[in-house]
Nanobody, 125 residues
Framework: QVQVVESGGGAVQAGGSLRLSCVVS????????MGWFRQAPGNKYEGVSC????????YYSASVKGRFTVSRDNAKNTVYLQMSSLKSEDTAMYYC??????????????????WGQGTQVTVSS
């Protein structure tokens, strides 16, 4: 059984930083791309950042490029999302996804890939 567990969310003021972590078990972690998606109330799931199996290729949405950094440690079955210069519009539930759908897309559901339960990020201005 695949388990995806996020941590590190919280409340922060605009301009602050947070680091999300995600630990995966139940699959060969170093064979899968990983992604971070987010959902604000009333919105679809937005692809924020993805990283390939090796960590050598990354993707960032235009809204976070230059502020967020994704990385992974295959020895620890863990992927990270370092978020800096946070804005109020970054407020959302953040989900870690193993074998994610296209990071460039917005999706309606969590049907594809292995999703965690999410961690809330709230940025106050």
């Amino acid at each position: 059984q695949v388990q995806v567990v996020e941590s590190g969310g919280g409340a922060v003021q605009a301009g602050g930083s947070l680091r999300l972590s995600c630990v995966v078990s139940g699959l060969s972690f170093d064979e899968y791309a990983m992604g971070w998606f987010r959902q604000a109330p009333g919105n679809k799931y937005e692809g924020v950042s993805c990283v390939d199996w090796s960590g050598g290729m990354t993707y960032y949405s235009a809204s976070v490029k230059g502020r967020f950094t994704v990385s992974r440690d295959n020895a620890k079955n863990t992927v990270y999302l370092q978020m800096s210069s946070l804005k109020s519009e970054d407020t959302a539930m953040y989900y870690c996804v193993a074998d994610p759908p296209s990071c460039a897309d917005e999706v309606d559901s969590r049907s594809f890939g292995y999703w965690g339960q999410g961690t809330q990020v709230t940025v106050s201005s």
